[in-house]
């Protein structure tokens, strides 16, 4: 049993030493300060131990064991202010005034428990040997020096737990909980063994405390993004960049994102933290479009703020963990600009509709007629209201038809609708049937009727509808133009017939 406590002693002791080692590449990095400082005195811890079981001196062996009372509570105090900067808060100062105190308390206690005997009731030319350290009774403040140092310690443990229930969405934190819980254990099955269950001449305590640093730096100075982006003063750059961003573990979860972020939509830290990206991006849908790819079809987001999003994998150096960096580029003066351009070169600017560009393209690429439907469209007599009643009169009816159109079709999902030429439209309905077609176009011309003439839309509608389909579109069309000219001889001759009558009788010349 003795040997195998030796041998436990002797790996403790090396794996206090790793940390020293890894911490000094790094040590210029302030925030890493309170672990810094509790990796060195853990390893103090060590150098003392070393001593108090080698020297030959009783001098060396009663102090190095003494101090150990003093690194204890050292250890607790330097924990906590770890876990302070971990979660990211200060220390506040009265707090740190007074532990620093409670320390220099102790410290007096150790040196001077020879004569006293306040916390080993042992004096230095009583000890033989080192095991006199373990075998003697403890003193009279050894209980208020322990109950001080769990109370620090527990705390310490509590302001992490807090921390990490509201971080449970991130995967690497979940991580930290586990080996946290499992190293709080530890410590406390140790303690309670050594002083309740079996007298050893090793210290588990000092065992205990060596496996809780390097987990504490384990999971804080190695695994960690987060404090490890703090800790560098990557969070600083990025803070201070014209871009917005975004940065996720791995799984897509939200680990830091930027303040101009948060402020400019109202969002707030704890709701956005810890989240799945989908989940807050769909917070901001209301205002804010995100896209890979430029959309210029969707009328839909036309005022909201659009960000261009470009997204990178990236990692940390000597971390496993990877992560994801997703900047946000204002393009919405951009995306404003080439909706203008696509406006132009795709859609008509008297009616709004489609022009014969847009038309042209989606004509090339339907390579099947199949359930679709095509409507050829030509106002009767434009030119003749052109140049009799003004270009005004034109340009009304070319917009009442569209708007017609848009009416009459706004509740067919799939169709494109357009203006061609100077007085032809044309509407392309896709996965349709020729019953719907026929009622469209009824409603059509139903609501282009109006006993006034001057509010009245002389239109001819042909319909083409393959059931079976065929490979080509402008077959389709050109039945539709059929159908259209047909009842364009005959419709045509009626309106122009009523509109001269009209003329005459208002009275109005030509232009």
Request: hydrophobic residues 45%; charged residues 20%; aromatic residues 10%.
């Amino acid at each position: 049993m003795q040997i195998l406590l030796e041998v436990i002693l002797v790996l403790t002791a090396f794996i206090s030493l790793i940390p020293v080692i890894n911490m000094r590449k790094n040590r210029g990095d302030l925030k890493y300060s309170c672990l810094k400082v509790l990796i060195y005195s853990t390893f103090i811890w060590t150098i003392l131990i070393i001593l108090e079981r080698l020297s030959t001196h009783s001098f060396i062996i009663y102090y190095a064991g003494m101090l150990g009372y003093t690194l204890r509570l050292l250890f607790a105090v330097l924990m906590l202010c770890t876990i302070f900067q971990y979660v990211g808060k200060k220390v506040p100062k009265p707090m740190m005034m007074t532990l620093g105190f409670l320390v220099l308390i102790d410290l007096g206690l150790a040196l001077t428990n020879s004569s006293t005997g306040w916390l080993l009731e042992l004096s230095r030319t009583e000890l033989v040997s080192f095991n006199d350290l373990y075998t003697s009774n403890y003193g009279a403040l050894f209980v208020y020096h322990m109950v001080v140092s769990y109370i620090i310690a527990i705390s310490a443990i509590v302001l992490l737990f807090v921390f990490l229930g509201k971080q449970k969405g991130i995967r690497q934190y979940k991580e930290v909980t586990q080996m946290m819980a499992y190293s709080v254990i530890l410590v406390l099955l140790f303690n309670a063994l050594q002083l309740f269950v079996v007298e050893l001449n090793v210290n588990l305590t000092y065992i205990s405390l060596v496996i809780v640093a390097y987990v504490l730096y384990d999971v804080i100075f190695r695994k960690d993004m987060v404090f490890n982006l703090r800790a560098s003063g990557r969070s600083e750059i990025l803070a201070n960049m014209r871009e917005m961003y975004i940065l996720t573990d791995a799984d897509h979860k939200i680990i830091e994102i930027s303040p101009l972020l948060l402020e400019k939509y109202n969002l707030l830290f704890e709701d956005v933290i810890s989240q799945p990206f989908e989940k807050v991006a769909a917070l901001m849908a209301d205002k804010v479009t995100l896209y890979s790819e430029y959309n210029m079809n969707e009328d839909m987001y036309e005022d909201k703020d659009h960000y261009h999003l470009r997204e990178k994998e990236f990692k940390l150096k000597g971390m496993n963990e990877s992560g994801h960096m997703i900047l946000l580029y204002d393009e919405t003066q951009v995306y404003l600009l080439l909706r203008e351009l696509n406006q132009l070169s795709n859609y008509d600017s008297m009616t709004g509709l489609n022009n014969r560009n847009y038309i042209e393209n989606k004509l090339k690429m339907i390579k099947d007629t199949k359930h679709i439907g095509v409507l050829s469209l030509d106002l009767n007599c434009l030119k003749i209201n052109n140049d009799y009643l003004g270009h005004e009169r034109g340009d009304f009816l070319l917009k009442s038809l569209a708007d017609r159109l848009k009416m009459v079709f706004n509740d067919v999902p799939h169709k494109d609708i357009g203006r061609i030429g100077g007085d032809e439209f044309i509407v392309i309905v896709y996965e349709t049937n020729k019953e719907l077609l026929e009622q469209k176009q009824l409603e059509l011309l139903k609501a282009c009727e109006h006993p006034d003439i001057e509010q009245l839309i002389s239109v001819s509608v042909g319909m083409a509808y393959y059931r079976e389909g065929n490979s080509n579109i402008y077959n389709l069309i050109q039945h539709a133009d059929a159908q259209m000219y047909e009842m364009k001889s005959i419709a045509s001759k009626d309106y122009k017939t009523k509109l001269i009558e009209y003329i005459k009788l208002q009275d109005k010349y030509i232009r």
